[in-house]
């Protein structure tokens, strides 16, 4: 009998692939410009939404930004352990943590901004300044039609 041969695929033609290995270069070009500040991507998220948003609770963090409430309570607790943000307990509920910058964090941000820039805009560098307002786009098109897959849906709005 006749083993069936794997398929042939060729890598390069899937848009996966490609997603995957353009995740891996933000990431690492995020760290080359904010490597200082001992952030990751994930936790200037974090710390970006909470000071758009002073008081949010960890859910809503979690919602905005894509993450799990687990994965979401571990990065809170680096960056409590860390002095840049603060948890308290909701007047309302007491179960409800509430999430505050620190001045130090407020300070780590304000610090990180430049090199988190300089990286959004080393990321989008190769594309001509005309077709990256367009990458942006088909980005969004294609993370809100397919949001609802992800293990840690995005809130809407």
Do not use: C
């Given at each position: 009998?006749?083993?069936?041969?794997?398929?042939?695929?060729?890598?390069?033609?899937?848009p996966?692939?490609?997603?995957?290995?353009?995740?891996?270069?933000?990431?690492?070009?995020f760290l080359?410009?904010?490597?200082a500040?001992g952030?990751?991507?994930?936790?200037?998220?974090?710390?970006?939404?909470?000071?758009?948003?002073?008081?949010?609770?960890q859910?809503?963090?979690?919602?905005?930004?894509?993450l799990?409430?687990?994965?979401?309570?571990?990065?809170?607790?680096?960056?409590?352990?860390?002095g840049?943000?603060?948890?308290?307990?909701s007047?309302?509920?007491?179960?409800?943590?509430?999430?505050?910058?620190?001045?130090a964090?407020?300070?780590?941000?304000?610090?990180?901004?430049?090199g988190?820039?300089?990286?959004?805009?080393?990321?989008?560098?190769?594309l001509?300044?005309?077709?990256?307002?367009?990458f942006m786009?088909?980005?969004?098109?294609?993370?809100t039609a397919?949001?609802?897959?992800?293990?840690?849906?995005?809130d809407?709005?």
């Amino acid at each position: 009998m006749n083993k069936p041969s794997a398929p042939r695929i060729d890598l390069e033609s899937l848009p996966g692939h490609h997603i995957r290995r353009l995740q891996q270069i933000a990431v690492a070009i995020f760290l080359q410009e904010t490597e200082a500040s001992g952030v990751t991507p994930v936790q200037y998220a974090a710390l970006q939404t909470v000071a758009n948003a002073p008081g949010t609770d960890q859910r809503t963090l979690a919602g905005s930004i894509g993450l799990d409430t687990s994965t979401i309570a571990g990065v809170i607790d680096r960056l409590e352990a860390r002095g840049l943000l603060l948890r308290s307990a909701s007047a309302g509920d007491r179960r409800v943590r509430l999430l505050t910058l620190t001045d130090a964090g407020e300070a780590l941000l304000s610090e990180v901004t430049p090199g988190m820039q300089r990286a959004q805009a080393r990321m989008l560098a190769p594309l001509p300044k005309a077709e990256r307002a367009e990458f942006m786009r088909m980005l969004r098109v294609l993370l809100t039609a397919n949001n609802d897959l992800s293990r840690a849906p995005r809130d809407a709005g």
